[in-house]
């Protein structure tokens, strides 16, 4: 059985108006490409991978992406986000099966 998927996220929980923040996320998935065989059966292991990433600030997006099946295991993606207002920041994973993965964090801009 797979492991549930554990999203990480790197991001500093204060910042001056107007800073420009690194912001660093890793989610722990398998990423079955849907290539694979399994070798009991010699059946087709069905496609299992994380699709989109988004992150909202104060519930708007401010950067997504989609992923394809190339991407590794584990995911990683680094990005940079403006500093303009104390609020959430908001980190959302979806997979193949429907499935969201979301890890909240404050932040304080002074």
Same mark, same amino acid.
């Given at each position: 059985?797979?492991?549930?998927?554990?999203? =990480? +996220?790197?991001?500093?929980?204060?910042?001056?108006?107007?800073?420009?923040?690194? /912001?660093?996320?890793?989610?722990?998935?398998?990423?079955?490409?849907?290539? =694979?065989?399994? =070798?009991?059966?010699?059946?087709? /292991?069905? =496609?299992?991978? /994380?699709?989109?990433?988004?992150?909202?600030?104060? #519930?708007?997006?401010?950067?997504? +992406?989609?992923?394809?099946? &190339? /991407?590794?295991?584990?995911?990683?993606? &680094?990005?940079?986000?403006?500093?303009?207002?104390?609020?959430?920041?908001?980190?959302?994973?979806?997979?193949?099966? #429907?499935?969201?993965?979301?890890?909240?964090?404050?932040?304080?801009?002074?």
């Amino acid at each position: 059985m797979a492991k549930k998927p554990k999203p =990480r +996220v790197k991001a500093p929980k204060s910042a001056s108006a107007g800073e420009v923040m690194e /912001i660093k996320t890793l989610i722990s998935h398998e990423m079955e490409s849907g290539q =694979r065989k399994d =070798r009991a059966t010699g059946e087709l /292991i069905p =496609r299992q991978i /994380i699709n989109k990433f988004e992150c909202k600030y104060n #519930g708007e997006i401010v950067f997504s +992406v989609d992923l394809h099946p &190339a /991407i590794s295991a584990n995911p990683y993606v &680094a990005f940079y986000v403006t500093a303009e207002e104390s609020g959430e920041l908001e980190f959302i994973w979806h997979d193949d099966n #429907g499935e969201i993965y979301t890890h909240s964090q404050e932040l304080a801009v002074t």
